[in-house]
């Protein structure tokens, strides 16, 4: 995950569960380290803390892989790049609208409000 990535990992946010959190030996946990990535976890017993990150699980699995039949592995993580690029290019997301300087507004992709957002970044800085 971390070569294809365009921008800079800084932290992963992440709930409490095994497969992220461990003793120093842990794979998920060196890897982070290895590449200068903070962990953050979040509250035990808190549901709320997670929703955000339950919702993508839920996303994924109606969007995608209960819609496909995958003959491998392979094919899988094949199919899982492509949809990661549809969700975030092509499909726009309820919760970014964009209102323009005449006030006409739009829904936006994910790529679409990061573009908007770091333009409108070193403009203003």
Known sequence: MIDPCPYTIEVIYSDNGTEYKGTKEHEFGKACYQHHINQKFT??????TNGKAERVIRTLMQMWH?????????????????????????KPHSALVYQDQLGHKRTLTPYEYLEIYFANSVNNA
């Open 66 to 90: 209960d819609k496909h039949e995958f003959t491998d592995s392979q094919h899988r993580k094949q199919e899982l790049t492509r949809f990661i690029n549809f969700y975030n290019t092509v």
């Open 43 to 48: 509250k035990v017993a808190n549901p709320k």
